[in-house]
Nanobody
Framework: QVQLVESGGGLVQAGGSLRLSCATSGSIFNFNGMGWYRQAPGKQRELVATVTSAGSLNYADSVKGRFTISRDNAKNTVYLQMNSLKPEDTAVYYC?????????WGQGTQVTVSS
């Protein structure tokens, strides 16, 4: 059973920063990639950023230049550095292991940005 444990969410003022972490129960190289997604109240879950096993990065247009996805292979952990946060970034952020099938979700971590 794959387990993903997210941490780092919280309440921050607009313009502030947070770093989310996602630790996997096994090697991240077991998956073809890792990603961060988010879901705001009343909205569908959307892609935020992904990193493939080859190191290719992909970002949603809304976060380009503000968010950075990275991984620490030795710690089997993926990070999402979020800078210049905006109120519209408020959502539950989910880590995903596997960009195809099969894939696994973490439990989510709440990020709230106040104006």
């Amino acid at each position: 059973q794959v387990q993903l444990v997210e941490s780092g969410g919280g309440l921050v003022q607009a313009g502030g920063s947070l770093r989310l972490s996602c630790a996997t129960s096994g090697s991240i190289f077991n998956f073809n990639g890792m990603g961060w997604y988010r879901q705001a109240p009343g909205k569908q879950r959307e892609l935020v950023a992904t990193v493939t096993s080859a190191g290719s990065l992909n970002y949603a247009d809304s976060v380009k230049g503000r968010f950075t996805i990275s991984r620490d292979n030795a710690k089997n952990t993926v990070y999402l550095q979020m800078n210049s946060l905006k109120p519209e970034d408020t959502a539950v952020y989910y880590c995903r292991a596997g960009l195809g099938y099969p894939y696994y979700w973490g439990q989510g971590t709440q990020v709230t940005v106040s104006s």
